[in-house]
């Protein structure tokens, strides 16, 4: 897509679900290697459009906005399919990919069975391994669920899939094919590891947004008195971590991270850390010293109230070192500074702040978010028990 020039059409480009997310509820699809896209919200977007400077190492990349329809083939199965340029200001330019076409031109006749979910995957992590022909995530833990039975076993990750089943059959029931629809393009923050280990944090004390029905809000408090949101100001949602020694994903859900208490919460953690062999303490100090210099930036952000948003935490499952990655087909090349480590802020659609444009009156707040900063400050503490060894 880079190098092309403004007058040169670019082609349609079948959207795929992205197999890496693993909480949310909206779809989020790949576009392609490098970006991603989620249905266009207006609050969001205005907070990417004058996002602060500081904050932009925290937060994906915005690339800009493309029109999407939903096309149903003659078996009744439904695709979406993004027309970049049509209907819309071409703001695609911008997209740093590879280059070349995007792969997901292979898809003309795709129909989202398991089979189609592994090749997507595989396709997705070019070069790399799993160990048997099907998507090898497990939800078996070495942990114990909630009430102390063991989770469910299952093949793959089920999240991406689950929640966008769940946005083609309602964008079916209430739209035509040809209706265009808006979609943000955001950087694929996971492309550049080889197994990427997720973890999707809610952060903070409170969820619900200031549009929130009376309900809504009465239904987000709930969650949040219930989970380690009310206590610690931070719940999982989500997460992804590479067993090394079965060459299994394991893969826990919302509703696990909301059954949790806090010293469940710190256990959890903790398995987010084990590669199935051992702690990846080389981990723990790198997420702290971002973790605090996020803190620094979010304590310097008056009036934004960040919520129902989350933070991701990242690393890779395949440990690099030194020498040893030369014979991958194709190496992960980080430079000479390895990012081995990520922090990322998401989810944004909930976020107000004085100055919104999607919102010319939003509630005014005063000061940094206090109800995130304590979420941090918590993560961080149980973060550094665990490098001390407690």
């Known amino acids: 897509?880079?190098?092309?020039?403004?007058?040169?059409?670019?082609?349609?480009?079948?959207?795929?679900?992205?197999?890496?997310?693993?909480?949310?509820?909206?779809?989020?699809?790949?576009?392609?290697?490098?970006?991603?896209?989620k249905p266009l919200v207006s609050q969001e977007l205005s907070f990417y459009e004058s996002l602060p400077l500081a904050m932009r190492q925290f937060t994906p990349q915005y690339k800009g906005i493309v029109s999407v329809h939903l096309k149903k083939d003659s078996l009744g199965n439904l695709t979406?399919?993004?027309s970049p340029g049509l209907g819309q200001p071409d703001t695609c330019g911008r997209l740093d990919s590879a280059g070349g076409d995007p792969a997901v031109t292979l898809w003309h006749k795709c129909k989202w069975s398991h089979t189609q979910v592994t090749k997507t995957f595989k396709d997705s992590c070019p070069g790399k391994m799993l160990l048997r022909t099907d998507l090898q995530y497990h939800t078996d833990s070495l942990l114990e669920d909630a009430n102390g039975k063991q989770a469910e076993r299952k093949s793959y990750n089920p999240w991406g899939l689950h929640c966008h089943r769940q946005h083609l059959n309602r964008m079916?029931?209430?739209?035509?094919?040809?209706?265009?629809?808006?979609?943000?393009?955001?950087?694929?923050?996971?492309?550049?590891?080889?197994?990427?280990?997720?973890?999707?944090?809610?952060?903070?004390?409170?969820?619900?947004?200031?549009?929130?029905?009376?309900?809504k809000k009465a239904r987000h408090i709930k969650k949040c008195e219930q989970s380690t949101s009310a206590s610690l100001g931070v719940r999982i949602c989500g997460m992804q971590v590479y067993q090394a020694d079965t060459g299994h994903f394991l893969c826990k859900d919302k509703y696990y991270g909301r059954k949790l208490s806090p010293e469940g919460f710190r256990q959890t953690l903790r398995q987010f850390l084990c590669n199935g062999n051992q702690l990846r303490s080389d981990l723990l100090e790198p997420i702290i010293l971002r973790l605090k210099a996020l803190l620094a930036v979010i304590r310097k952000q008056s009036s934004y109230r960040f919520y129902s948003s989350s933070l991701l935490i990242i690393y890779d499952g395949q440990e690099h070192k030194e020498g040893v990655d030369q014979h991958l087909p194709f190496p992960k090349t980080h430079g000479t500074n390895p990012s081995r480590v990520d922090v990322r802020m998401i989810d944004f659609a909930h976020t107000t702040f004085k100055g919104s444009k999607s919102n010319p009156n939003p509630t005014l707040y005063d000061g940094p978010d206090h109800?995130?900063?304590?979420?941090?400050?918590?993560?961080?503490?149980?973060l550094q028990s665990l490098l001390e060894g407690k």
Request: glycine share 8%.
């Open 371 to 382: 109800g995130y900063i304590f979420g941090l400050e918590n993560l961080i503490k149980i």
């Open 172 to 215: 079916s029931s209430k739209h035509n094919e040809n209706k265009l629809h808006q979609f943000l393009l955001l950087e694929n923050v996971v492309s550049k590891y080889s197994y990427p280990c997720i973890l999707d944090l809610k952060m903070g004390t409170r969820q619900h947004g200031d549009d929130a029905s009376e309900e």
């Open 80 to 82: 979406l399919i993004a």
């Open 1 to 37: 897509m880079v190098g092309q020039s403004p007058a040169e059409p670019r082609a349609a480009v079948l959207l795929q679900p992205f197999v890496h997310q693993v909480g949310g509820h909206t779809s989020m699809l790949t576009y392609d290697e490098h970006t991603i896209c």
